[in-house]
């Protein structure tokens, strides 16, 4: 799964996305590409509540690093400014989205044509051949 989206979900029970990102208990973080996905990591905060506090947000901000996009119940301004500056898109979805079902939507729509934030994460995951140019070189140019 070398191609695979890392995507991360607010959730207390690993199976729905039920959480707000600053006072998530818990993240499921899979890979994700058309055909499979895989659990990569759950990550467990504790009771927080939803108070302003930025300080508690760094920590999660920084467990989604790589990550393509968080999927979350709500998400605040300023968490929604610091994980796009981070190319992270937030996704916020209905309280008890099935994660189950969220992937599988996300894979069709990669298979399908993805949408813009998708595209654009795929296309960082694909790596660059760096001898593409001298590979057209050799094949010439028939005008």
């Given at each position: ?88 898109q ?30 654009k ?15 057209m ?7």
């Open positions: 799964m070398e191609t695979a989206l890392k995507i991360a979900f607010a959730t207390s029970d690993m199976e729905t996305v039920n959480q707000h990102f600053g006072s998530a208990k818990s993240f499921a973080v899979y890979a994700v590409d058309r055909d499979n996905a895989q659990l990569l990591e759950a990550a467990e905060f504790g009771e927080l509540n939803q108070d302003g506090n930025e300080a508690k947000l760094s920590v999660k901000i920084d467990l989604l690093e790589g990550c393509a996009a968080v999927y979350c119940q709500a998400i605040g301004a300023s968490a929604i400014n610091q994980i796009i500056a981070r190319g992270i937030p996704v916020k979805v209905h309280d008890g989205s099935r994660i189950r079902d969220l992937i599988v939507d996300l894979q069709n729509e990669m298979k399908v044509g993805p949408s813009s934030w998708v595209a994460a795929i296309s960082k995951q694909k790596s660059v051949d760096p001898d593409r140019f001298k590979q070189e050799e094949e010439g140019w028939d005008e």
